[in-house]
């Protein structure tokens, strides 16, 4: 019997593990500022021994003004996100998405204004973000399914469209069947009251789990984007004095210190208060 009881417990420990780590809160928002929150939040979704832990940026888009920003309109180097929010005094800056063998293009539509980063749309990326709206009666941001709603009429309504792969679909479907494949995610979402949301995961995960962690969150996340993955995953955040800087990682090895620098983007999404002036090109 006691023999019996030692080859047990071993097991006995590891599941009041799981059950301790799975009943731990799964994190909280932190108010940084008028509209503005973020929050570390880890789940249990896996094992205990693989959690995901996500870094999310809230931001009400009525209180804050969207900015889409291109190497190919601004006709300078790519920067890193640091560098991007700094000198153009955003908020936090993330990455627009994956881009092209040219450095430049991105893979899915992207448009700015009268700017045209990438004019073709991408069949298979059924995801489009869009904001600077062309009348004030649609809503400041918004994420669109494209294979439910007409991407023609999208566009004409809006100034700024970011077309990427779908990660989630509304109002909370896991779109990616599971891969081997595994890497740390950008990602953009979006709640049930609208707020947008910067989502960063360091772990490299694979999107099926990704999904499955994002929506297993108390957050009300019902839709979501990829934007990169692996070492070109980036989120830089610094507002109030609270100062945050992610750079990702993937199954493979690059120089430290392009780690400590971060990689140069082409192309990013940042945010800053609204003012008075609704053009921010």
Not at 153 to 171: F, G, M
Request: net charge positive.
């Amino acid at each position: 019997m006691k023999r019996a009881i030692r080859k047990t417990y071993p097991w006995i420990v590891a599941g009041l593990l799981f059950v301790m780590l799975s009943c731990r809160p799964a994190g909280q928002w932190r108010r940084i500022d008028d509209g503005l929150s973020i929050g570390e939040f880890h789940t249990a979704a896996l094992t205990p021994w693989r959690r995901i832990s996500l870094f999310i940026v809230k931001i009400d888009p009525r209180k804050y003004q969207f900015q889409l920003l291109s190497v190919s309109e601004k006709r300078g180097a790519p920067l890193t996100a640091r560098e991007w929010c700094e000198k153009y005094k955003l908020i936090s800056v993330i990455n627009a998405g994956m881009y092209q063998t040219d450095m430049t293009s991105n893979v899915g539509f992207l448009k700015n204004f009268n700017h045209r980063n990438n004019k073709h749309i991408n069949a298979s990326h059924k995801s489009l973000a869009v904001f600077n709206p062309v009348h004030a009666d649609d809503p400041p941001f918004y994420i669109y399914d494209i294979d439910e709603t007409d991407i023609d009429s999208v566009l004409q309504r809006y100034h700024t469209a970011i077309q990427n792969l779908r990660l989630i679909k509304r109002p909370g479907e896991n779109r990616w069947r599971q891969q081997n494949e595994k890497w740390s995610e950008a990602a953009l979402g979006q709640d049930k009251d609208g707020n947008v949301l910067f989502i960063y995961c360091r772990r490299p995960v694979s999107m099926h789990d990704f999904n499955r962690a994002l929506l297993s969150l108390p957050i009300g996340v019902v839709c979501a984007q990829h934007l990169d993955g692996g070492p070109h995953a980036s989120l830089y955040f610094a507002r109030n004095g609270v100062v945050k800087s992610f750079i990702g990682a993937a199954q493979l090895t690059f120089a430290r210190d392009e780690i400590i620098s971060g990689v140069a983007l082409p192309n990013v999404i940042g945010f800053r208060k609204r003012t008075q002036t609704t053009d921010e090109r």
